[in-house]
């Protein structure tokens, strides 16, 4: 499908007026798009700050980093616990509690080892020391891996809260507009979904199911009939399913990307004085330039077209990542301040740049 750009929103307009912000509400922050590079780069400075901003100040959006923050948090819990029962396990097998084994002279250092065996406090002393050890290991591991997966799994909330917040600069949200199946309201729609989810899992423990996996799969069965029953119903759930399916994949990229970055980045660490600093800029800045392809992806732009956005706007765009980067040095609360802020100032950022050159050719020259 071939994508003429607004030079605004970026939407898909083929005539000189675009349907989708032509009569965008009067307090809309969205105006003319900026041309020259002087009032990009400064767009580029703002966009990370802004994007807090707007997350801060807009009602009805922060509830959606709830559901990423929680998710993550309890993947670590989970993945904690399980590690200590693990250790735990192999703790257990190694204290054989066997006094001969320690082949001592007679003496108070035998005396006093059989004493701390019998009593356990040698088995507490080695619990005490190996979960601590093991806290502070899991913690550094943590420090790397937390925004990864938090990245991964906020991709569809983010998606959420790029649909809020155009709704209130273009009056609606254009994505819907060009794609969504209409047939039904959305407020119908999410009624049977839930209704039908519900009914899942009663019946998953109403039904004498023993296996967790089992279950797991009961749940949607429902849901699933009512598609495959009701078309326009099935219709708006396939576009539901793959369109955050998409956008999920989108931040799963950008969270490899960051991942792998982590790890290549690890030895800056061992600088003196800025390793750390160096380490953060580097490793936040491909992760806010990855964030770009949420809106990207809602304005179903090209290969080529996303890669001429961001050559014709490279040093707004190279400086965009880097102020991102200089949030991400912060121990995971950077990352997880970075995340969301970045991907909606970069979908401001998006809104303020012209993009008339992308309705033309996808493969003009950068200008800057």
């Known amino acids: 499908m071939l994508i003429t750009p607004c030079k605004t929103c970026g939407y898909d307009s083929p005539g000189d007026i675009c349907p989708h912000c032509h009569e965008r509400p009067a307090g809309s922050i969205i105006g003319d798009p900026e041309q020259g590079l002087p009032q990009r780069l400064g767009i580029g400075l703002a966009a990370l700050p802004k994007g807090l901003g707007l997350l801060l100040m807009t009602g009805g959006v922060k509830r959606f980093l709830l559901p990423p ?5 309890l993947a670590f819990s989970f993945l904690f616990y399980h590690a200590w029962i693990w250790i735990e396990q192999i ?4 204290n054989l509690n066997d006094i001969s084994a320690l082949n001592l002279e007679e003496g108070w250092i035998r005396d006093a080892s059989i004493w701390l065996i019998e009593t356990g406090a040698l ?15 899991f913690a550094l591991l943590s420090f790397y891996t937390f925004s990864v997966l938090y990245e991964a799994i906020a991709g569809p909330f983010l998606d959420e809260i790029h649909g809020r917040f155009e709704r209130r600069w273009f009056g609606a949200d254009p994505r819907d507009t060009i794609q969504r199946p209409d047939e039904l309201s959305v407020t119908r729609c999410v009624l049977i979904t839930l209704s039908q989810l519900i009914v899942g899992v009663i019946i998953s423990f109403a039904g004498g199911i023993e296996s967790t996996f089992l279950r797991v799969l009961v749940v949607p069965a429902p849901l699933l009939m009512t598609a495959l029953l009701h078309r326009n119903y099935g219709r708006w759930l396939s576009w539901v399913v793959r369109t955050e399916a998409g956008t999920l994949w989108v931040s799963v990229k950008a969270a490899l990307l960051a991942g792998l970055v982590l790890i290549l980045l690890t030895p800056l660490h061992f600088i003196p004085g800025i390793g750390s600093f160096l380490f953060g800029l580097l490793a936040g800045f491909p992760t806010a330039i990855t964030l770009l392809d949420i809106p990207f992806s809602r304005r179903q732009w090209s290969t080529s077209q996303r890669l001429a956005f961001v050559r014709k706007n490279f040093l707004p765009v190279t400086t965009f990542g880097a102020v991102c980067g200089l949030l991400f040095v912060i121990p995971v609360l950077g990352p997880i301040i970075m995340v969301p802020s970045a991907s909606v100032g970069g979908l401001w950022l998006i809104c303020r740049f012209d993009k008339s050159a992308l309705r033309s050719s996808p493969f003009s020259e950068p200008t800057a």
Request: hydrophobic share 60%.
């Open 69 to 73: 923050l929680i998710l993550t948090s």
């Open 123 to 137: 088995a507490a002393t080695g619990y005490t020391v190996s979960f601590f050890t093991f806290l502070l290991l």
């Open 91 to 94: 703790l257990d097998a190694a």
